[in-house]
C-alpha cells in the first residue's frame, strides 16, 4: 500500500488530495522517456507563438498533447496508470475489490504553447450522463500522475476542497466552464495548488471545482498521465471504449500487463466463464505473445471439477 487511510479520509471529505511521492524515480524514468518520444518533438520553437492565436485555437491547444491508451512509448508509461498501488488505492477508495479502469491518457503541456489557465469546473460532464453519485461505490477515483515536477509556475492544478467550495457555489454542479463565473473570484481567493514533486499524484473526484493553471516558467513542460477507476458494473460512468483504438499499440499492454491489470481492463478474470476452449484460441491467437496460462490453467481445473 503506497495511500495511507488518512489520505483516501481526505480525499473522501474534500474531493481531492495529493498522494505525495507515490512513485519511484526508477518508475518515473521510462515513462518520462515514453513522454519524451511521444510529445518531445512538439516543443514550441516561439513560446510566444499562441499569443497570435484566437480564442478558439487557444483553448482547443491545450488539449493538443493528450493520447489516450494505449501509448506508442515504453510499456512502462502503457501500464502506468494500472500500477498495483494505483489499483488499491482505488479498490479502497471505492469499497470493492472489482475495480475498472474506465480513461487513461498522457497530457504533456509546454511553456509558450498556449493558455493553460482555465475557469473552475468539475469535470463530471464527460464521464456521466447523469451526475456523479454520492455512495462509495458509485464515486470515481480520478488520478493525475506527475511524471515531473509539478510547482506552481509548471502549470499545478488548483482545486477547492468540497466544503469549502460548497458554501460558495451551493451543492448544485453547472455542466460547463464559465457557468460558475459567478462565484469564480471567491474560489480563487481559497483555491488550494496541487503543486507536488515528480512522482506524486493528485486524486480527485469529478464533483470537485479544479481548473488548469499556466506554465510559466521559461522553456518549461509538465508531463502527466490520468488514469480514472471506477467500480466494476457501474455503467453510468465512462470515457474510453478501450476497442475503439484497436489500430493502436495494444500490445505494449496486452504483452505486458498482469493478470490483474487486464481485469481493470474489462478482461474476465481466470475461471470466467466467459473462457471457454474456443475464447481462449481465439484470444491466443489474437495476442500470441501475451501469457493466457493463468486462464489456461484456471479453465483446466473447472473442466476436471466438471469430470468428477
Ligand atoms: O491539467 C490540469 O491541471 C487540469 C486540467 C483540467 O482540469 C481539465 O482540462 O479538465
Ligand atoms: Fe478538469
Known amino acids: 500500500m503506497r495511500h495511507t487511510t488518512e489520505q483516501l479520509d481526505i480525499w473522501r471529505r474534500d474531493g481531492g488530495v495529493i498522494l505525495d511521492s507515490f512513485f519511484t524515480a526508477d518508475e518515473l524514468a521510462p515513462c518520462v522517456d515514453g ?38 512509448a515504453t510499456p512502462e508509461l502503457n501500464l502506468i496508470g494500472l500500477h498495483p498501488a494505483l489499483v488499491a488505492c482505488a479498490r479502497a477508495a471505492l469499497g470493492t475489490d472489482d475495480v475498472r479502469m474506465y480513461q487513461c491518457h498522457t497530457w504533456a503541456k509546454f511553456t509558450g504553447q498556449t493558455d493553460f489557465d482555465q475557469p473552475f469546473h468539475c469535470d463530471y460532464k464527460n464521464h456521466t450522463l447523469t451526475v456523479p453519485g454520492e455512495d462509495e461505490v458509485d464515486r470515481t477515483i480520478n488520478f493525475m500522475i506527475y511524471l515531473t515536477d509539478v510547482t506552481n509556475e509548471h502549470g499545478a492544478i488548483h482545486y477547492v476542497p468540497v466544503p469549502e467550495s460548497d458554501p460558495i457555489t451551493g451543492p448544485m454542479r453547472p455542466q460547463f466552464a464559465g457557468e460558475a463565473a459567478g462565484y469564480e473570484a471567491q474560489l480563487r481567493a481559497i483555491e488550494r495548488s496541487g503543486a507536488a514533486p515528480a512522482g506524486s499524484v493528485f486524486a480527485y473526484g469529478i464533483d470537485v471545482f ?3 493553471t499556466n506554465l510559466t516558467l521559461p522553456d518549461a513542460h509538465r ?8 467500480a466494476a458494473g457501474n455503467d453510468q460512468i465512462g470515457w474510453s471504449a478501450w476497442p475503439r483504438f484497436f489500430r493502436e499499440p495494444w500490445h505494449l499492454v ?22 471457454t476452449e474456443l475464447t481462449l484460441a481465439r484470444t491466443r491467437d489474437r495476442w500470441p505473445n501475451s501469457d493466457w496460462s493463468a486462464y489456461d490453467e484456471a479453465l483446466a481445473t473447472s473442466s476436471s471439477d466438471h469430470a468428477c
Open 254 to 275: 496486452m504483452d505486458n500487463a498482469s493478470v490483474e491489470q487486464r481485469t481493470c481492463l474489462g478482461i474476465p478474470a481466470p475461471g470466467d466463464p466467459f473462457w
Open 223 to 230: 508531463f502527466t498521465v490520468t488514469a480514472s477507476y471506477k
Open 210 to 212: 479544479h481548473r488548469g
Open 35 to 72: 513522454m519524451e518520444q511521444m510529445y518531445g518533438h512538439l516543443r514550441p520553437d516561439d513560446p510566444a507563438a499562441h499569443e497570435n492565436f484566437d480564442a478558439k485555437t487557444r483553448y482547443a491547444a491545450q488539449f493538443a498533447n493528450t493520447t489516450d491508451l494505449p501509448f506508442h
